[in-house]
């Protein structure tokens, strides 16, 4: 079945630090992978995105490239900011279950920023 | 602002009691979905709808019970809760499996709800 692995921490970085998180994955077909975001006392936020092999997701100065080679879809942030303190999770949707409307979730990487 | 609207932000309710969770959006999307999340874990599926029908439920108890009126509304009925279901309870809402598999899921902001 699906599956995505990401580390789990907690990281906890210093302002301007690299973030980077690894995010490995296991799926039949060829999925989608997302990067989510979730604040202190939010919902999930749909960070970046890639659908195929080579794609490179970004937003809000973090990246992701969609490795099908080595299954992985690592998020990377050049200079981490106080505000960048949240929970990442990494996600696939496997298009080869195509009636299937599950997105399988890493199991979530909790980061704090100190100033 | 999320585009997903839940409602309300926090709830406590006894064991005995009856409540329901409320979700809408108006972007058009016509899949919709709960969640449960606990702390510190990543949210766990519960029920999806398709154009308003019921497509998935994950073998969730029977002491709750989804409805979708129309294709913008998502409720959750709960009667008879346990404690352990106390968490947050998550809506959102995606481009149906029809209009292609890259569509992201849209979230709410969550229920938060104590079972005592």
């Known amino acids: 079945g699906n599956s995505v692995t990401q580390m789990e921490g907690p990281v906890t970085l210093s302002e301007e630090a690299f973030l980077t998180i690894n995010c490995t994955y296991t799926?039949?077909?060829?999925?989608?992978l997302f990067w989510y975001v979730q604040y202190p006392g939010e919902g999930l936020q749909l960070l970046l995105k890639?659908?195929?092999?080579?794609d490179k997701g970004s937003n809000k100065g973090f990246e992701a490239t969609y490795r099908k080679e080595t299954t992985s879809f690592h998020l990377e942030k050049g200079s981490v900011q106080v505000s960048d303190s949240a929970v990442y999770f990494c996600?696939?949707?496997?298009?080869?279950?195509?009636?299937?409307?599950?997105?399988?979730f890493g199991a979530g990487t909790t980061v704090t920023v100190r100033a | 602002d999320t585009e997903v609207t839940q409602t309300p932000k926090h709830l406590v309710m006894g064991m005995t009691n009856k409540k329901s969770l409320k979700c809408e959006q108006h972007?058009?999307?016509?899949?919709m979905y709960w969640y449960k999340q606990k702390a510190k874990k990543p949210p766990e599926l519960m029920f999806v709808?398709?154009?308003?029908?019921?497509?998935i439920n994950e073998s969730v108890p029977s002491r709750f019970s989804p409805e979708c009126p129309n294709s913008s509304l998502l409720n959750l009925h709960l009667h008879a809760l346990q404690p352990e279901d106390s968490a947050l309870y998550l809506c959102?809402?995606?481009?149906?499996?029809?209009?292609?598999?890259?569509?992201?899921?849209?979230f709410g902001n969550g229920t938060r709800l104590t079972v005592t």
């Open positions: 959102a809402s995606s481009q149906s499996r029809d209009r292609g598999f890259n569509s992201p899921l849209h």
């Open positions: 709808y398709s154009y308003e029908k019921l497509s």
């Open positions: 972007m058009g999307h016509r899949a």
């Open positions: 890639a659908t195929k092999a080579d």
């Open positions: 996600a696939l949707s496997d298009p080869g279950r195509s009636n299937d409307y599950k997105l399988s």
């Open positions: 799926a039949t077909g060829y999925p989608s």
